[in-house]
Structure formats: structure tokens, C-alpha cells
């Protein structure tokens, strides 16, 4: 089964924008029944229909019609294009669940027949196309999926609030929802519950107790020189090399400046500098991203950072500092132990489901802000959504580790997690996780 049925009348699928893919006809003999979610016909609508961060307003008014169709209380425009929905049962604890809803500027090149056709135009006015790269589609129908679920199960207290965020690629959807009231209008939490698709088999859930996703710095660094004829470099002070020499520095961060048995990742995305092939120009723009765990470390690293970056300038004799600016910055997902400890009982009764220790992940998640910024625990998950065909004959966790290393992750063009069973797991355990704090 690729979809949950449940109380409640779901509304239909909206249409497809022009020019997008059309959703395929439901034909399965595992369709749901009419009126049920259909989880694997809303994800379809959703992946051939992806938009950027805090531009999700068709996702968001997909989001408000279901959960009022579940019997939510919705609120909109929380945080932007943020949905809350919330159901009250009275006295008992308040359970948060989040699902982010932001698509990536990639080209699709799944060959999908509901792939996304979709685009976008940047600030410049050019056309960038669109993809849901990172499985926030997977996100949004999961948690759909469980808001009809736990909406049609009587037998629990409390209050359920259902987090429909934007933005978590850009780093600030969550901080957002923070800023506009989200725990003051709905409630604080006891728990932040959520999960993440990811490349493991589908079927399996990966559950990591203390920090499990890293906190990210992007930074860019604009380093200033002296321009001047390419013929005639004794009269400049050349950005270009000092840019050269800056990226090659700042790979000495993590094998020289930080302890062995701590981890970072230093990475320059961009790097852009001069005109044409005579010119010595007089600035070098670069853009960095930054992961950590550990808040000693992440200091040590953007200290040095800004360290290299003057060493640079002064080697160079360059009479103007270096510009380091943060672009975003999130923290680590740290995840409280006994929640945890509460998740994997709530796993454990799924069948068909298996639960891993996928370590910690380099990827980083605005989820954490939630947690922290509401004082409640985190528990946040990894979701598998590869096809569980391609790991036939691995028997052994590295084996494993060695196919999933063979797949496309997040952010590739290739990402294509299956429905089945990725939907139904991503709904199940997000109601059961739900269901075990809410008694
Ligand atoms: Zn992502
Ligand atoms: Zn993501």
C-alpha cells in the first residue's frame, strides 16, 4: 500500500501549473478508497511542483486544506509561508511534528514521469529550475498523512501541533516561525518530533541519540587586492592568488588546527574573481560552508578562518582587510537520549521496520531551533527512501553503507526516493512517535 486511509475527507489534488507535468492517473489496485489521503498522489503533485524557500504557497495552501479537511485548527502566513495546524484533546502533553516544505534551484534528471518541469526567476531575471531535491515533499505528505491518522484515533490527550515549515534550505524558516509567535500563539512543546529522507533503504528508520545533524556557517569572503595590467603583476597586489592560496590554507583547518578525534568539514562552494584573461582584478569573492558538532570546535574554526583571511591579505601586502560575512548559520540537531530511547520502543512495534544507528550526519537542519528555542527535547530521524531492490545481497551494515554510498543523496539531480514503502514508513512512524508521548 502506497497511501493511509483515515477519517476525515480529503480534499482532491489540485491541478499541476502549465507547462508541469500532469499526475498520473491512480490505477493501482492499491489505490486508496475514495475520499481517503492518498499520500502517494499528493507527494507526485508535490515533487512536479516544487518551490523555493519562502515562495511555498501552493505547498502551504496544499498543507491548510488538508489539515482542515483532517479537523485541524489552521493558521497560515506563520513565519511567511509557515502552516500550523493544531488539534486539542485537552490536558495532556503537546507533541510537535515538523515537516519542511522548500524545493532546491536543481534540474530534475530523475526521468520520472511526475517529475518537476518546474522554474523559477533569480534576481537577475534568469530562468533556474526547480526540483524537490531534498525530500521536503516526502516531509510535507508524511506529516500530512499523520495529521489524518492521529486525527482519527480517539484514544489520546492532549495537543498535536503540526509545523508545516519554509525555508530550511536557506537556514531560516525555522527562526521565522520562532519570530512570529509560533510557541506563544500555539503552545510549547514537550517534544519536537521530525524526520529526514534519506538514502538508507526504504523501510528502515535511522535513529542517532546526541548531536546527529551539525550545525552549518555559510560565510563569504571577499578578499581585496590591487588591480592592474596582467602583463605588469609587480604593481598589483593579486586577489587571484591570494584566493589560490586561501582555499589551500584552509585545508590545514581540519587536519592541523582542530584535535583528531573532533570533526569538521570546511568546504568553499564558490569562487569568483576577475573579467578577462589580462586583467589582475582587484577582488576575490569566495563562499564557504562550515559543519560542526561541537560549539568549542565551531568557534576554533571560524576564528580561523578570519585568521587565514587577513594572513592572506598581509602576505599579499594588501593595505585593506579581508570582509568575512556569515550568509546563515544553524546549530547542531542535538537529540535528547530518552527521547530517543522512546522512539526506537515506538519503531520497534512497526512491522516491516527496521532501526539503524546511522551515526551523525555532516547535512545540516533548522529543526534544532525549534528544540532550542522551545526548551523542549529533539528527536529527529532519518527516513530510508532508496529502493530496497538495489541493496539485494548486502547482508552486513557495511555492506550496506557501501550501496548507499553508490546513490544519489540529497541535493543530486538524481534523488528519487520511492513511494512505497518510504510514504507509509514516514507516515507510521511519525503517528507512532506521536502516539507514544501522547499516551
Ligand atoms: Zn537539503
Ligand atoms: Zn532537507
Not at 544507528?357 to 528544540?371: H, M, R
Request: hydrophobic content about 40%; proline content about 8%.
Amino acid at each position: 500500500m502506497s497511501s493511509v486511509s483515515t477519517a476525515g475527507t480529503a480534499p482532491t489534488t489540485p491541478g499541476t501549473s502549465p507547462g508541469q507535468a500532469a499526475e498520473p492517473a491512480k490505477t493501482e489496485p492499491d489505490a486508496p478508497p475514495a475520499g481517503a489521503f492518498d499520500a502517494a498522489a499528493v507527494y507526485r503533485d508535490l515533487h512536479a511542483n516544487p518551490e523555493l524557500g519562502f515562495e511555498e504557497h501552493r505547498t502551504s495552501g496544499i498543507a491548510a486544506e488538508h489539515l482542515a479537511a483532517a479537523g485541524f485548527t489552521v493558521a497560515t502566513g506563520i513565519g511567511g509561508t509557515g502552516v500550523v495546524g493544531t488539534l486539542d484533546r485537552g490536558d495532556g502533553p503537546v507533541v510537535l511534528l515538523r515537516a519542511d516544505m522548500d524545493a532546491l534551484p536543481v534540474e530534475e534528471a530523475t526521468g520520472l514521469d511526475y517529475a518537476s518541469t518546474a522554474t523559477t526567476l533569480d534576481a537577475s531575471g534568469t530562468s533556474r529550475p526547480l526540483m524537490h531535491a531534498c525530500g521536503h515533499d516526502v516531509h510535507t505528505t508524511c506529516l500530512l498523512g499523520a495529521a489524518y491518522s492521529l486525527a482519527a484515533d480517539p484514544g489520546w490527550t492532549g495537543r498535536v501541533i503540526a509545523v508545516f515549515q519554509p525555508a530550511e534550505e536557506l537556514g531560516r524558516g525555522a527562526r521565522a516561525m520562532v519570530a512570529d509567535g509560533l510557541f506563544d500563539r500555539f503552545g510549547t512543546p514537550d517534544v519536537v518530533l521530525g524526520q529526514h529522507v534519506a538514502p538508507l533503504p526504504a523501510g528502515v528508520l535511522g535513529v542517532h541519540d546526541g548531536p546527529a545533524f551539525a550545525a552549518s556557517d555559510s560565510l563569504r569572503v571577499t578578499l581585496h587586492g590591487k588591480g592592474g595590467h596582467g602583463s605588469r603583476p609587480e604593481t598589483t597586489h593579486d586577489p587571484v592568488l591570494m584566493a589560490a592560496s586561501f582555499v589551500v590554507r584552509l585545508q590545514s583547518i581540519v587536519s592541523r588546527v582542530i584535535g583528531g578525534s573532533d570533526v569538521a568539514v570546511v568546504s568553499v562552494g564558490s569562487l569568483h574573481a576577475g573579467t578577462a584573461p589580462n586583467i589582475i582584478p582587484d577582488h576575490a569573492t569566495l563562499e564557504l560552508t562550515v559543519r560542526t558538532f561541537d560549539p568549542a570546535v565551531r568557534e576554533t574554526v571560524l576564528a580561523t578562518i578570519e585568521r587565514y583571511a587577513r594572513a592572506e591579505a598581509l602576505a599579499a601586502g594588501s593595505d585593506r582587510e579581508p570582509t568575512v560575512e556569515p550568509i546563515e548559520s544553524f546549530p547542531a540537531v542535538v537529540n535528547d537520549p530518552d527521547a530517543c530511547g522512546i522512539l526506537r520502543g515506538a519503531f520497534a512495534d512497526l512491522p516491516g521496520v527496521m532501526v539503524v544507528d546511522p551515526g551523525v550526519v555532516t547535512g545540516s537542519e533548522d529543526v534544532g531551533i525549534l528544540a532550542r528555542e522551545s526548551g523542549a527535547p529533539c528527536a529527529y530521524w532519518l527516513l530510508g527512501g532508496s529502493d530496497p531492490r538495489h541493496f539485494a545481497g548486502a547482508s552486513t551494515i557495511e555492506e550496506v553503507a557501501a550501496v548507499v554510498a553508490g546513490l544519489p543523496s540529497n541535493h543530486s539531480p538524481h534523488f528519487a526516493p520511492v513511494t512505497d514503502p518510504t510514504l507509509r514508513v514516514g507516515v507510521a512512524a511519525l503517528t507512532a512517535a506521536a502516539r507514544r508521548w501522547l499516551g
